[in-house]
């Protein structure tokens, strides 16, 4: 089989799929998959956009890559539009979303130190956070499946339970130098944490001379309405990290921060050899030219009502089948009432994609460009996908 050649390191749908189209893929054997996984929150606009497409095309016939050792105009321009569009002054461009929270945590340590606090390193994260796969982001994570086996864990970082302020607040040393927290645990099982939560984050930091980041590497990128899940709060970060929906597909990440966040970061001190490559940046600068398009934030909050509202219908029509609905816009989760590997396959079966997490969740994160007539496509598949479930449970028993 052509896996042998490849790690074993994932568990795969045995699925191949050939093409997409919008919020459609297409298997080899021309079967139709409405696709509410969307790579894990990455295929923001669907698949195959065609102002996407094309802009990836006009670069693709000027050039690919040059390095960081010149100056990349699409770097500059769409720096300036996420600045703009932020409470960021600096950009600094990535390849995913782990290297987007690698700069961020950088970013964080060395701050401290330019200010003459070199002791302050340990950056104050949640138990069910998921921030990557490096040494320093499954550290910063805390959780023991992704350690085992890697080595001692990459020191620095301290996990509190999720939510609770005076775990944090217990936390901080003269040793501590930010707090990092996704707005909505997504890996952890689509756990949103409050506005109060947050804004509290964002006080104790100010108090205790510490930098607030947030990963919005799932949340951000218009996932929840709002172009970044942190702005429903109030509360605004130092330091930001990006990736998934804003390349649309294409490998693109970014770490965000205020100048002053960024203040330590000299020439030298962090790189990329791929990153903000020409193609990369022609393509996120085309993913924004839609998602900050007039309205279609809206219709992101509008259609995630329509299917946030059927939703909850299935979970009132099928309580032996779904324990509960969580999550903001169009980043929601459902919480299965018997194992969700079994409702998983159950939605694969009716052709519809999700995505697993913690806590017995199945992610459902279609593409932002879904319609309401698609929403509802995808509960009438998720329902015949419960009606199996339930049928086969009443056979076990039977």
Same mark, same amino acid.
């Given at each position: 089989?052509? !896996? ?25 054997? %021309?079967?139709?998959? @409405? ?113 085992? %086996? ?45 506005? !109060? ?13 510490? @930098? ?32 998934? %929906? ?28 791929? %990153? ?65 590997? !079994? @409702? ?23 593409? @932002? ?30």
């Amino acid at each position: 089989m052509a !896996e042998a050649a490849l790690y074993d390191t994932y568990s795969r749908a045995p699925l191949r799929f050939e093409r997409g189209e919008g919020v459609w893929l297409i298997s080899e054997t %021309g079967e139709r998959y @409405l696709d509410f996984g969307a790579g894990v929150a990455v295929t923001s606009v669907g698949h195959s956009h065609p102002h996407v497409v094309g802009a990836l095309k006009e670069q693709a016939d000027k050039v690919w890559h040059l390095s960081n050792i010149y100056e990349i105009p699409g770097q500059e321009t769409l720096a300036k539009r996420l600045t703009d569009a932020t409470f960021a002054d600096k950009v600094f461009f990535t390849n995913s979303g782990a290297e987007a929270l690698e700069c961020a945590i950088k970013t964080a340590r060395r701050y401290q130190f330019s200010k003459g606090h070199p002791e302050r390193f340990h950056i104050i994260t949640f138990e069910g956070a998921f921030h990557g796969r490096t040494l320093a982001t499954i550290a910063a994570g805390g959780q023991e499946k992704y350690l085992e %086996g890697f080595g001692p864990k990459a020191p620095g970082f301290d996990q509190v339970p999720f939510g609770d302020l005076d775990a944090v607040r217990s936390a901080i040393t003269n040793e501590t130098a930010a707090i990092l927290i996704e707005p909505i645990q997504g890996e952890g099982g689509v756990r949103p944490a409050t506005n !109060e939560f947050l804004k509290a984050l964002r006080a104790i930091c100010d108090q205790h001379g510490l @930098l607030l980041i947030f990963d919005e590497v799932q949340t951000g990128m218009g996932r929840t309405g709002k172009l970044f899940a942190h702005e429903w709060s109030g509360a605004t970060p130092d330091i930001m990290a990006v990736a998934k %929906g804003i390349g649309g597909g294409f490998p693109l990440g970014a770490c965000l921060a205020t100048a002053e966040a960024a203040s330590g970061m000299k020439a030298g001190t962090h790189g990329s050899t791929y %990153g903000g490559n020409p193609l990369a940046m022609a393509v996120g600068s085309a993913v924004l030219d839609v998602i900050l398009a007039e309205g279609f934030l809206q219709q992101v909050r509008d259609v995630s009502l329509v299917f946030r509202q059927g939703l909850a219908s299935l979970k009132d029509r099928y309580p032996d089948i779904i324990e509960d609905i969580k999550g903001e816009g169009l980043l929601l989760g459902v919480k299965a009432a018997v194992p969700s590997s !079994e @409702l998983l396959q159950a939605i694969r079966d009716a052709h519809l994609l999700g995505v697993p997490a913690g806590d017995n969740v199945i992610r459902l994160l279609p593409p @932002l460009v879904v319609t309401a007539d698609e929403a509802r496509e995808g509960l009438a598949r998720l329902e015949r996908a419960a009606e199996s479930v339930r049928a086969a449970k009443v056979k076990k028993t039977a």
